[in-house]
């Protein structure tokens, strides 16, 4: 757990410093971004475990950025602020954040939360592999790239997000409903044509065949499977 790589997001150095400072002392390893926009494109681009986010930035805010991580990845958001009053705490809270600590906080405090979070996101879902073989598409988690018949496929934010839930569970049938909530959230349980049509993309875009599938199946009426053979 102490290798965890954490995301530092705030837009005063020195606060960035002294985090640096106190999370590589506990073993872990620190990136940090100076705004909203920078947090996301690390994001896209390395594997991150944990991030500790700062309420109030510059330009695209803490909250919006805290929506804007979570609609594309369920890393472990920690807010990191000032404002202590309940309602900011609910507002962080329901734009994604998974805990809310408020400056100024202990060592001990921070480094408690932080570990809670990453033992919550171990338990939460099995973890991703650095990289998977569909047959010609190769799938590298870790940064988040997909090669495809040679060449590298773009993929959507809720592409991905959808693709990775199917490899958490591998050759279990997910039910239109779980996907729904997972990737929408619970107002669009009902919404099985968001399925379809996200579906159809990945298999265009991943699939050698994508009228005959053979990894992404779909299990009529009830939900979608990743058939997946580790000997190929």
Same mark, same amino acid.
């Given at each position: 757990?102490?290798? +965890?790589?954490?995301?530092?997001?705030?837009?005063?150095?020195?606060?960035?410093? @002294?985090?640096?400072?106190?999370?590589?002392?506990?073993?872990?390893?620190?990136?940090?971004?100076?705004?909203?926009? $920078?947090?996301?494109?690390?994001?896209?681009?390395?594997?991150?475990?944990? @991030?500790?986010?700062?309420?109030?930035?510059?330009?695209?805010?803490?909250?919006?950025?805290?929506?804007?991580?979570?609609?594309?990845?369920?890393?472990?958001?920690?807010?990191?602020?000032?404002?202590?009053?309940?309602?900011?705490?609910?507002?962080?809270?329901?734009?994604? +954040?998974?805990?809310? @600590?408020?400056?100024?906080?202990?060592?001990?405090?921070?480094?408690?939360?932080?570990?809670?979070?990453?033992?919550?996101?171990?338990? +939460?879902?099995?973890?991703?592999?650095?990289?998977?073989?569909?047959?010609?598409?190769?799938?590298?988690?870790?940064?988040?790239?997909?090669?495809?018949?040679?060449?590298?496929?773009?993929?959507?934010?809720?592409?991905?997000?959808?693709? +990775?839930?199917? @490899?958490?569970?591998?050759?279990?049938?997910?039910?239109?409903?779980?996907?729904?909530? $997972?990737?929408?959230?619970?107002?669009?349980?009902?919404?099985?044509?968001?399925?379809?049509?996200?579906?159809?993309?990945?298999?265009?875009?991943?699939?050698?065949?994508?009228?005959?599938?053979?990894?992404?199946?779909?299990?009529?009426?009830?939900?979608?499977?990743?058939?997946?053979?580790?000997?190929?």
């Amino acid at each position: 757990m102490s290798s +965890a790589r954490i995301l530092v997001v705030d837009d005063e150095p020195q606060i960035r410093r @002294v985090l640096r400072t106190t999370l590589v002392a506990s073993g872990y390893t620190v990136r940090d971004a100076r705004s909203g926009d $920078e947090a996301l494109e690390k994001l896209r681009d390395e594997r991150v475990d944990v @991030v500790l986010l700062d309420m109030n930035m510059p330009g695209i805010g803490g909250l919006e950025t805290c929506r804007m991580i979570r609609s594309e990845s369920d890393v472990p958001i920690i807010i990191i602020t000032v404002r202590n009053a309940e309602k900011d705490k609910v507002e962080a809270l329901d734009a994604g +954040a998974d805990d809310y @600590v408020t400056k100024p906080f202990s060592t001990p405090e921070l480094l408690a939360r932080i570990r809670a979070s990453l033992r919550r996101a171990t338990l +939460a879902s099995p973890a991703l592999p650095e990289t998977l073989e569909l047959g010609q598409t190769t799938i590298n988690f870790a940064s988040r790239r997909v090669t495809a018949k040679g060449r590298e496929v773009h993929l959507t934010p809720i592409e991905y997000k959808l693709l +990775a839930i199917l @490899v958490r569970h591998a050759g279990k049938v997910i039910t239109h409903h779980h996907l729904l909530k $997972e990737v929408w959230g619970p107002a669009h349980v009902n919404e099985v044509q968001y399925l379809r049509v996200y579906m159809t993309q990945l298999r265009q875009k991943l699939e050698l065949d994508p009228a005959r599938p053979r990894f992404l199946m779909n299990e009529p009426g009830i939900g979608y499977r990743l058939k997946y053979d580790a000997d190929g």
